[in-house]
């Protein structure tokens, strides 16, 4: 009973926790209370109606009902069986009702206690709240009926107590309902919520990222397994912090793996700036990790840092791979540059002997025409394995139409050796400020290929001319192409087109690559449009020289690598 009681002033929560059984049982006790409290009063103020069969009868009924409630296997029955109980209930509420003197009128009101029942179950409320309605009516005509005394005018008299009982049905038979609509609601969502949690789990412990997610106070809410044991380097002390503790031995990469400022590169991603794919160096030593760290913040729907997911990966296998072949060929083209310069040294200096046969000549031209190729080859990889670094810092005045030209004069001759002719209109001057050496290395490279690409007979055409706030220079040819899918590759390290692969057009695949490193250092752009077996425009962009102070460089326009429509 103190189970009982402590289930109905603790409200639904544990009601819904409970058996069949016991469900059936507590629906039952109030009106049996009540009906046991309806006897002490009758006891004390209406003694006569003790002796009353009807009182005494409903009274026996309603204990035999509540015997039913505790007796029957509830659990194996059909669901919905138990309403038969409430609906019972009305009898035992009739008899006594009818049995009582003016001292204990309104017992009809006992008829609440099924209505309740019945319509708080939500079992087809659109019936069986109806037909307790219905029930509770009958309980009050009932004894007028048997009488034989009932006129219209008794009968419509008792209506009002039922249908305040129905009102009383149909008003819990509502809240039940909505009450029913949401639990269904708050369950999914809960499944919903635990599978997500389950996919969560699943995801950040199969991603071979560390993962680290920090609320909007830089404390650690999550991280997977990963993450510890990426920065388990950075922690000086045993096992990996969740969040970013002081003294975590984080360092800034430099691009040639030295160590440029120390910095706590947490610290600047707690404070919410966005981190993409940055360098850091956990830890010292030997079993320090190189590692590559993203980070993202969000907001909540206050507009306040929420938290910031972090991202690591560690690259430290990638970048010493990356190093060694830098370091390899650095070493190599040092080591090929002085006997390639003593090649075309010597070659040139017999190729001014007056005294030599045409034969003799021609192969030596061919001697220095191909060692020529060879050096520029190892001037490539050299620059190339000077990783990210900005080589031309130092800028100075340049007139990009000049080098166009420049650039057109100095292939000219290898354009009327392979048959291809070789135009520029420049226009008259495109001031910008660079590196020159850097610059005509990219112009350089942009019409070699146009050259090596090409079959004779076709054009390739220079154009510089100033496009708003750009000095822009084009290359185009009708020689090859590049297929769409390859556009992006050919403009990283040591990439090649499989239509260049096929020509077998010697090549290291580091020209462009470089070119775009060294007109990105410049704040512009290159880009190309292209279609296999029709020709390439190469388009390279640099913001004209600011004329006065104060200003701005022009932003940069959008890529548009791809093809012709
Ligand atoms: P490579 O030494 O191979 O020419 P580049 O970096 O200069 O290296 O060029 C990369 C690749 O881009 C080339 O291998 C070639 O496939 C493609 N490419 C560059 N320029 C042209 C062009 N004008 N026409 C067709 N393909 C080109």
Not at 206 to 212: K, P, R, S, Y
Not at 279 to 292: C, E, F, I, T
Not at 425 to 447: F, K, Q, W
Not at 463 to 472: H, I, K, Q, S
Request: hydrophobic share 45%; net charge negative.
């Amino acid at each position: 009973m103190g189970n009982a009681l402590d289930v109905l002033l603790l409200g639904r929560a544990r009601f819904h926790e409970l058996g069949m059984r016991g469900r059936v049982i507590l629906s039952q006790i109030p009106l049996n209370l009540t009906m046991l409290l309806v006897c002490l009063v009758a006891a004390v103020a209406g003694p006569e109606e003790l002796g009353d069969p009807r009182f005494v009868a409903g009274q026996g009924m309603a204990l035999a009902l509540f015997a039913a409630c505790v007796a029957l296997p509830w659990a194996k029955l059909p669901y919905g069986l138990f309403l038969v109980i409430p609906f019972l209930d009305f009898v035992p509420i009739g008899f006594v009702a009818s049995s009582a003197s003016d001292t204990l009128s309104g017992l009809g009101l006992l008829g609440v206690f099924p209505v309740m029942w019945i319509a708080g179950s939500g079992f087809r409320p659109r019936i069986f709240v109806p037909l307790a309605g219905a029930a509770a009516l009958l309980t009050i005509w009932a004894p007028v009926l048997l009488s034989g005394a009932a006129t219209p005018h008794s009968l419509v008299a008792r209506v009002v107590g039922p249908f305040i009982l129905l009102a009383i049905g149909v008003g819990t038979s509502v809240m039940t309902l909505s009450a029913m609509a949401q639990q269904a609601r708050v369950q999914e969502l809960l499944e919903r919520t635990e599978t997500r949690e389950q996919l969560l789990d699943t995801v950040l412990e199969t991603a071979d990222v560390g993962i680290l997610v920090l609320d909007g106070e830089g404390k650690g809410m999550l991280a997977n397994e990963r993450h510890a044991e990426v920065y388990s380097a950075a922690t000086p002390a045993e096992g990996a912090p969740l969040d970013a503790e002081p003294g975590m031995l984080a360092y800034r990469e430099g691009p040639d793996g030295t160590v440029r400022w120390e910095e706590r590169g947490l610290e600047r991603v707690l404070s919410g700036t966005h981190v993409e794919s940055e360098l850091y160096r956990l830890g010292k030593g030997p079993g320090a990790r190189v590692v590559s760290i993203s980070a993202r913040s969000f907001h909540n729907h206050a507009g306040r840092l929420g938290g910031t997911v972090v991202a690591t990966s560690d690259v430290t296998d990638v970048v010493s791979a990356v190093r060694a072949r830098d370091r390899f060929l650095s070493t190599m083209s040092h080591e090929f540059r002085t006997p390639l310069g003593n090649i075309l040294g010597y070659a040139e200096m017999v190729l001014e002997d007056s005294g030599l046969s045409d034969s003799s000549r021609s192969d030596l031209e061919v001697i220095v025409r191909n060692a020529n190729h060879v050096n520029q080859m190892v001037e490539d990889i050299l620059a190339a394995s000077v990783t990210g670094e900005d080589a031309s810092a130092i800028r100075l005045p340049v007139d990009l139409a000049e080098l166009v030209r420049a650039a057109s004069d100095s292939s000219r001759a290898e354009a009327s050796r392979k048959g291809i002719s070789l135009t520029a209109t420049a226009s008259a001057v495109l001031p910008v400020l660079a590196d020159r050496t850097g610059l005509v290395r990219v112009l350089d490279n942009l019409v070699s290929n146009a050259l090596k690409y090409s079959a004779s007979g076709t054009a390739v055409r220079l154009t510089a001319l100033r496009e708003g706030p750009w000095a822009v220079c084009r290359v185009e040819d009708a020689g090859i192409g590049i297929a769409a899918d390859e556009m992006e590759h050919v403009f990283t390290r040591f990439g090649r087109s499989s239509a260049a692969l096929d020509s077998e057009v010697p090549g290291t695949g580091l020209g462009l690559a470089l070119a775009k490193e060294v007109v990105e250092q410049h704040g512009g752009t290159i880009e190309c449009t292209s279609r296999v077996g029709v020709g390439s425009t190469f388009t390279v962009r640099l913001p004209l020289r600011s004329e006065g102070p104060g200003s701005n460089p022009p932003r940069r326009p959008a890529a548009e690598h791809g093809q012709h429509a």
